[in-house]
């Protein structure tokens, strides 16, 4: 199947720093990637779908502007955490779907990220 | 917008046993609805998917079955193994373009052998 590679697996920082965490697709272009919160033993909450080439579309609740997200290019999509505080300590994961001719459109997931603002 | 219930939470079954989750889905124009299988620690992983115009899909030991006027489905899991305890998620969406998908509350399935 599609390979989506997400980084940094872990992150810890300090609070009021900022973090940045990548999703590609390795071996397909993705106009779309969603990017999706999981916080332990709990479902997996979508916070924004990243289109390229324009703005993200976030999902009721969730601040654009703590949560930075820049798709540049096809294969390519960055989740910003700005000013992070502990609250903000979760499992980040990027997933995107294989649209590519003959495929099912199957979404695909990232490693995630785990970020602990101390 | 959707929203997708998933039940049980939690459920333990002996190995050999079939094991059955269920999920509900509020919007009418939801057609595609797969299954996600996710070990501790790991990413989400597509075990099978059914769309609207089928009303039972079967892949070896699992198979999922769709009512829409009732818009619930369900995934059954035959004589489950050890290798089958991890967290299953339901979803829906409108279609599988670049539509969202929106989750279950996932299920923790534990196999004791």
């Known amino acids: 199947g599609a390979v989506v590679s997400q980084h940094p697996s872990r992150v810890i920082c300090k ?9 590609r697709s390795l071996d397909f272009q993705a106009t779309t990637m969603f990017w999706y919160r999981q916080f332990p033993k709990q479902s997996l909450m979508l916070m924004a779908t990243s289109n390229e080439g324009s703005k993200a579309t976030y999902e009721q609740g969730v601040e654009k502007d703590k949560f930075l997200i820049n798709h540049a290019s096809l294969t390519l999509s960055t989740l910003t955490v700005t000013s992070a505080h502990p609250e903000d300590s979760s499992f980040y994961i990027c997933s995107a779907r294989d649209l590519r001719t003959g495929n099912t459109g199957e979404l695909f997931f990232g490693e995630g990220s785990r970020l602990t603002v101390l | 917008g959707e929203n997708v219930e ?3 939470s939690t459920l333990s079954v002996q190995e ?13 124009a939801s057609n595609y609805f797969p299954w996600y299988k996710q070990e501790l620690g790991k990413r989400p992983q597509l075990i099978i998917d059914i769309r609207s115009n089928v009303g039972e899909k079967k892949d070896q030991r699992i198979a999922v079955t769709l009512n829409k006027t009732a818009k619930h489905f369900s995934l059954h899991i035959t004589e489950t193994q050890p290798e089958d305890s991890a967290v299953y998620f339901c979803a829906a969406s409108r279609d599988f373009g670049n539509e969202k998908l929106t989750f279950g509350t996932g299920t923790r399935l534990t196999i004791i052998p």
């Open chain 2, 16 to 28: 050999g046993d079939s094991a059955v989750i269920k999920c509900t889905y509020s919007d009418s």
């Open chain 2, 6 to 8: 998933q039940h049980p």
């Open chain 1, 15 to 23: 609070s009021g720093t900022s973090v940045k965490i990548e999703c």
